[in-house]
């Protein structure tokens, strides 16, 4: 090891935009500070990433969001690796975006999703916990006077060859922290393949707490004095609250008064969110309900299969003659496919405590972003960004619901503005965060294929009608209605979301339909429905060809080896080819996004009165590097949980303008009863980094609809499957 | 004004009777393990223990809960978190966002009093409650291990 440089030297980590118009710079000195983070009194900090206990305890700092997909474990290993420390006195400090902007962002992005949360923050993670050691061993060096290359650490016990001295990091942190760190870009990171700390099934760190109650969500902030908000939008998505009778509901217990939280929304305040909600419901409300009340399931339906012959068309991508192609062809398929509006459900539901004072703005909120969380607390408050914190809590539950559109920030705040000194939490009801969610947007696909005499494929026309996220969140970033955002999955391009399959003519066009109903990213976003669209259409086409749905997909796949090597992955263990017990059908699929590669075998049965039991699903993953095998496991089964509700149950339908499933009553989800045994093969791959809470569940509900497809003969293509006759 | 045996303590809480003992336990106690989910009893986030038996407690008026009941939370079922349900859950990492796992817990935790050795259709039967991270098959896993099925 080389001794460390005396040089400050500065380095640039990416361009990454934070949301919600937060402009904060990106230089990251990895400057010598004081440890400032609460509970790291007497430890040292011997970089932003690493701060050291007497007692040798190593508190490794996470900037990323936890809400359940395991980053602050996966995290922590990855500094943990380079550092070498001792996994047993690990623990973990969330650090705030207050913190994050007063250092220049030296820790970097904090949004966490779009499944990037290791993988765009592995390298200057483990660069951190690379000089965090380095600067140890050099303490421990200049301590006993000899080359640091002379000292060796493991398990966080730093040895002196020749001497046979020993020290612990505990013991040198805070002479470590005044020296000046290395060059980080010099830093030889350790070969994945020689990991001893990442890349294991190590246990979660955030386990314990949340077994015995002590965990605090946002929902369970207790401050003194605190009051508490229920709150009611419009249920008409773009309505607008008229008038209220306050004096209705005056002289309720523990009522302090109504809130007009913006045009479309209004509160109570109470003493106990109880009693806030009891007075809310009791409370007298006109609402306009604008021209949205016209709108239902059935007129955007008619709106979307306009799209599917309209002129105004989006063509993604154009290779040949598509359309030529698949007139000319021996034998033509067609199908048009649709998935609905779907909500999020998150358990812990939409809530923030905010707290204002005439110099400061503090929120204690669950946020993927809490960087964007803190602007929309300062844009809101009008408070400096400087003078306001975000206390961010682990998520009950984000699957993208929390993240760039900080709407429930920005309620909270116009509600605590006034009660001025006096923090204010707001809960929204159940029914609330069901009938005002950014839902999964709607869309219809119709698509055509030629096969020739000998059953190859030589042409696939795929159209989508449908809403688009990026028009409803920024609407800068569509032109004339071209955005391949929603079209997921279908790229060309190697890297995030390629198609696995080489077409010889291909079309691939996107018609945007928008609607009153606001959209935003659902956990796999677009991956999901265009999942379902190209799966099991190609299952329509193999079948239509005579052939095997694997051996099919096998022939269009010799240019993407990764994209095969998952699906044979995943075909070897889930058995395909071999006997099923009667009545067991297998359905197969592939997909790829968020840099990941997926496939799926499903084992499905249908009874005679068209029940669905999904009996055992087998789910293959090449994510690249695998930084905490039995977390990506957990991720896989989850992933089924949450796919199997969509395709099961799922769908949110519109009446005069609103959301129709407002509880888990009508929107229900998957319970333990129908979960399928589920086994993951994490396919060894060591060049690239994949992400792992998305991906995988795309290829769930097309596996199982080719595996019903099997079963009966007849495909599906409509979701949810409770409203599909099987028999 | 009401009297509640929580967790071993006897608690006088001033509330509206018609109040859903969940807001009691989370607003007038002040234990936040027990949550709220649905306020519908679909979800079972607001489980606890009455008198042995599982229980949600976002649909129960606290006007119906009687001096005498034993009530306990997550927080009561054990002093160190050693339950059994506790330590398979912690040997199997059931949780992910863990917002759910208090109720899971409390339903695992009343299912095997009443049932040391469950089967997988026992379990199917009592461990109704959503989780929306789908931790269900390391559930099932757990509720045999805590029966003692596997050694935690």
Same mark, same amino acid.
């Given at each position: 090891?080389?001794?460390?440089?005396?040089?400050?030297?500065?380095?640039?980590?990416?361009?990454?935009?934070?949301?919600?118009?937060?402009?904060?710079?990106?230089?990251?000195?990895?400057?010598?500070?004081?440890?400032?983070?609460?509970?790291?009194?007497?430890?040292?900090?011997?970089?932003?990433?690493?701060?050291?206990?007497?007692?040798?305890?190593?508190?490794?700092?996470?900037?990323?969001?936890?809400?359940?997909?395991?980053?602050?474990?996966?995290?922590?290993?990855?500094?943990?690796?380079?550092?070498?420390?001792?996994?047993?006195?690990?623990?973990?400090?969330?650090?705030?975006?207050?913190?994050?902007?007063?250092?220049?962002?030296?820790?970097?992005?904090?949004?966490?999703?779009?499944?990037?949360?290791?993988?765009?923050?592995?390298?200057?993670?483990?660069?951190?916990?690379?000089?965090?050691?380095?600067?140890?061993?050099?303490?421990?060096?200049?301590?006993?006077?000899?080359?640091?290359?002379?000292?060796?650490?493991?398990?966080?016990?730093?040895?002196?060859?020749?001497?046979?001295?020993?020290?612990?990091?505990?013991?040198?942190?805070?002479?470590?922290?005044?020296?000046?760190?290395?060059?980080?870009?010099?830093?030889?990171?350790?070969?994945?393949?020689?990991?001893?700390?990442?890349?294991?099934?190590?246990?979660?760190?955030?386990?314990?707490?949340?077994?015995?109650?002590?965990?605090?969500?946002?929902?369970?902030?207790?401050?003194?004095?605190?009051?508490?908000?229920?709150?009611?939008?419009?249920?008409?998505?773009?309505?607008?609250?008229?008038?209220?009778?306050?004096?209705?509901?005056?002289?309720?217990?523990?009522?302090?008064?109504?809130?007009?939280?913006?045009?479309?929304?209004?509160?109570?305040?109470?003493?106990?969110?109880?009693?806030?909600?009891?007075?809310?419901?009791?409370?007298?409300?006109?609402?306009?309900?604008?021209?949205?009340?016209?709108?239902?399931?059935?007129?955007?339906?008619?709106?979307?299969?306009?799209?599917?012959?309209?002129?105004?068309?989006?063509?993604?991508?154009?290779?040949?003659?598509?359309?030529?192609?698949?007139?000319?062809?021996?034998?033509?398929?067609?199908?048009?496919?649709?998935?609905?509006?779907?909500?999020?459900?998150?358990?812990?539901?939409?809530?923030?405590?905010?707290?204002?004072?005439?110099?400061?703005?503090?929120?204690?909120?669950?946020?993927?972003?809490?960087?964007?969380?803190?602007?929309?607390?300062?844009?809101?408050?009008?408070?400096?960004?400087?003078?306001?914190?975000?206390?961010?809590?682990?998520?009950?539950?984000?699957?993208?619901?929390?993240?760039?559109?900080?709407?429930?920030?920005?309620?909270?705040?116009?509600?605590?503005?006034?009660?001025?000194?006096?923090?204010?939490?707001?809960?929204?009801?159940?029914?609330?965060?069901?009938?005002?969610?950014?839902?999964?947007?709607?869309?219809?696909?119709?698509?055509?294929?030629?096969?020739?005499?000998?059953?190859?494929?030589?042409?696939?026309?795929?159209?989508?009608?449908?809403?688009?996220?990026?028009?409803?969140?920024?609407?800068?970033?569509?032109?004339?209605?071209?955005?391949?955002?929603?079209?997921?999955?279908?790229?060309?391009?190697?890297?995030?979301?390629?198609?696995?399959?080489?077409?010889?003519?291909?079309?691939?066009?996107?018609?945007?339909?928008?609607?009153?109903?606001?959209?935003?990213?659902?956990?796999?976003?677009?991956?999901?429905?265009?999942?379902?669209?190209?799966?099991?259409?190609?299952?329509?086409?193999?079948?239509?060809?005579?052939?095997?749905?694997?051996?099919?997909?096998?022939?269009?796949?010799?240019?993407?080896?990764?994209?095969?090597?998952?699906?044979?992955?995943?075909?070897?263990?889930?058995?395909?080819?071999?006997?099923?017990?009667?009545?067991?059908?297998?359905?197969?699929?592939?997909?790829?996004?968020?840099?990941?590669?997926?496939?799926?075998?499903?084992?499905?049965?249908?009874?005679?009165?068209?029940?669905?039991?999904?009996?055992?699903?087998?789910?293959?993953?090449?994510?690249?590097?695998?930084?905490?095998?039995?977390?990506?496991?957990?991720?896989?089964?989850?992933?089924?949980?949450?796919?199997?509700?969509?395709?099961?149950?799922?769908?949110?339908?519109?009446?005069?303008?609103?959301?129709?499933?407002?509880?888990?009553?009508?929107?229900?989800?998957?319970?333990?009863?129908?979960?399928?045994?589920?086994?993951?093969?994490?396919?060894?791959?060591?060049?690239?980094?994949?992400?792992?809470?998305?991906?995988?569940?795309?290829?769930?509900?097309?596996?199982?609809?080719?595996?019903?497809?099997?079963?009966?003969?007849?495909?599906?293509?409509?979701?949810?499957?409770?409203?599909?006759?099987?028999? | 004004?009401?009297?509640?045996?929580?967790?071993?303590?006897?608690?006088?809480?001033?509330?509206?009777?018609?109040?859903?003992?969940?807001?009691?336990?989370?607003?007038?106690?002040?234990?936040?393990?027990?949550?709220?989910?649905?306020?519908?009893?679909?979800?079972?986030? +607001?489980?606890?223990?009455?008198?042995? %038996?599982?229980?949600?407690?976002?649909? !129960?008026?606290?006007?119906?809960? $009687?001096? *005498? =009941?034993?009530?306990?939370?997550?927080?009561?079922?054990?002093?160190?978190?050693?339950?059994?349900?506790?330590?398979?859950?912690?040997?199997?990492?059931?949780?992910? +966002?863990?917002?759910?796992?208090?109720? %899971?817990?409390?339903?695992?935790?009343? !299912?095997?009093?009443?049932?040391? $050795?469950? *089967? =997988?259709?026992?379990?199917?039967?009592?461990?109704?409650?959503?989780?929306?991270?789908?931790?269900?098959?390391?559930?099932?896993?757990?509720?045999?291990?805590?029966?003692?099925?596997?050694?935690?």
């Amino acid at each position: 090891m080389k001794d460390i440089k005396l040089s400050r030297r500065r380095f640039i980590v990416g361009t990454a935009a934070a949301g919600g118009g937060l402009a904060v710079g990106i230089r990251m000195p990895l400057g010598l500070r004081a440890a400032e983070a609460q509970g790291t009194a007497a430890a040292a900090e011997v970089n932003a990433w690493v701060v050291v206990k007497p007692d040798d305890t190593c508190v490794i700092r996470i900037a990323r969001s936890e809400m359940g997909q395991g980053t602050r474990t996966g995290l922590a290993q990855l500094v943990a690796e380079e550092l070498e420390c001792d996994w047993k006195k690990v623990a973990t400090e969330s650090i705030t975006p207050g913190q994050n902007l007063a250092r220049e962002r030296v820790w970097g992005e904090m949004a966490t999703g779009g499944s990037r949360g290791i993988r765009t923050s592995h390298d200057y993670v483990r660069r951190g916990g690379a000089a965090a050691r380095m600067m140890l061993l050099q303490a421990a060096a200049d301590e006993w006077k000899v080359p640091v290359a002379e000292v060796s650490v493991a398990d966080g016990v730093i040895t002196h060859a020749g001497t046979g001295r020993r020290t612990t990091y505990g013991k040198v942190a805070a002479a470590a922290a005044k020296l000046t760190p290395p060059d980080l870009k010099s830093i030889k990171l350790r070969d994945p393949k020689e990991w001893k700390i990442a890349g294991k099934p190590m246990k979660r760190l955030d386990t314990a707490d949340k077994l015995d109650g002590s965990k605090v969500f946002a929902i369970d902030v207790k401050l003194p004095g605190m009051l508490h908000a229920a709150i009611k939008a419009c249920p008409v998505f773009g309505g607008k609250l008229v008038s209220y009778d306050e004096a209705k509901i005056s002289g309720r217990p523990g009522v302090r008064r109504v809130v007009k939280v913006n045009d479309s929304t209004i509160a109570v305040v109470a003493d106990t969110w109880w009693r806030a909600r009891s007075a809310l419901e009791a409370l007298p409300i006109v609402w306009d309900e604008g021209p949205g009340a016209s709108q239902s399931s059935a007129t955007i339906g008619k709106h979307l299969e306009e799209g599917l012959a309209a002129k105004d068309v989006y063509a993604f991508r154009n290779e040949g003659d598509a359309i030529a192609a698949i007139q000319g062809a021996a034998k033509k398929v067609e199908a048009v496919y649709g998935t609905p509006f779907l909500a999020h459900a998150t358990m812990e539901p939409m809530n923030c405590t905010v707290k204002l004072s005439a110099e400061r703005a503090e929120c204690w909120v669950a946020t993927q972003n809490s960087e964007a969380s803190l602007a929309a607390l300062s844009e809101q408050s009008g408070v400096p960004l400087a003078k306001c914190e975000v206390y961010r809590h682990d998520l009950g539950g984000g699957f993208g619901r929390r993240g760039g559109n900080q709407d429930y920030v920005r309620q909270a705040v116009n509600i605590a503005k006034h009660f001025p000194d006096v923090p204010v939490k707001m809960i929204w009801s159940r029914e609330e965060d069901m009938g005002h969610d950014f839902y999964r947007p709607i869309s219809q696909c119709k698509l055509a294929a030629g096969l020739d005499d000998k059953g190859a494929l030589v042409g696939l026309h795929v159209r989508i009608s449908g809403q688009s996220i990026n028009a409803f969140v920024n609407p800068a970033l569509v032109t004339n209605g071209q955005d391949a955002r929603q079209l997921q999955g279908y790229t060309d391009k190697p890297g995030d979301a390629q198609l696995g399959y080489t077409v010889p003519s291909l079309l691939i066009e996107y018609v945007m339909r928008n609607t009153h109903v606001p959209v935003g990213p659902w956990r796999g976003v677009n991956t999901n429905q265009n999942a379902v669209y190209m799966e099991c259409f190609i299952e329509e086409v193999a079948r239509a060809a005579g052939a095997d749905s694997l051996e099919f997909r096998r022939a269009l796949m010799s240019k993407h080896p990764k994209h095969l090597a998952v699906l044979n992955a995943a075909a070897a263990k889930g058995d395909w080819g071999k006997p099923l017990p009667a009545g067991v059908h297998r359905g197969i699929a592939q997909f790829m996004g968020y840099g990941s590669y997926s496939a799926a075998i499903a084992e499905v049965s249908v009874s005679g009165e068209g029940k669905v039991k999904v009996h055992r699903m087998v789910l293959a993953l090449d994510c690249g590097h695998a930084v905490n095998p039995d977390q990506i496991a957990a991720q896989v089964e989850g992933s089924v949980a949450y796919g199997l509700s969509a395709a099961l149950y799922g769908e949110c339908t519109v009446q005069n303008g609103r959301m129709t499933e407002l509880n888990f009553d009508r929107y229900q989800l998957l319970r333990l009863a129908e979960m399928p045994k589920v086994e993951t093969v994490i396919v060894p791959s060591h060049d690239f980094w994949g992400g792992v809470g998305e991906p995988t569940i795309s290829v769930v509900t097309p596996a199982v609809l080719n595996a019903i497809f099997a079963a009966t003969g007849k495909p599906v293509r409509t979701l949810p499957l409770k409203n599909v006759t099987l028999v | 004004m009401a009297k509640l045996n929580i967790n071993g303590r006897v608690r006088d809480v001033q509330v509206e009777a018609d109040t859903p003992l969940l807001w009691v336990i989370r607003e007038q106690i002040g234990l936040t393990g027990t949550k709220y989910g649905c306020g519908v009893a679909q979800c079972g986030a +607001c489980s606890v223990h009455i008198n042995d %038996q599982v229980v949600r407690t976002c649909v !129960l008026p606290v006007g119906s809960v $009687k001096a *005498t =009941d034993r009530i306990v939370t997550i927080e009561g079922l054990s002093a160190t978190g050693s339950h059994p349900v506790q330590k398979a859950w912690a040997a199997l990492d059931v949780p992910q +966002c863990g917002y759910c796992q208090s109720g %899971q817990i409390m339903a695992a935790s009343a !299912l095997l009093k009443r049932k040391p $050795k469950p *089967t =997988d259709h026992d379990i199917d039967d009592a461990m109704t409650n959503i989780c929306r991270c789908g931790t269900y098959q390391r559930i099932r896993e757990a509720v045999h291990m805590a029966a003692g099925r596997k050694q935690a």
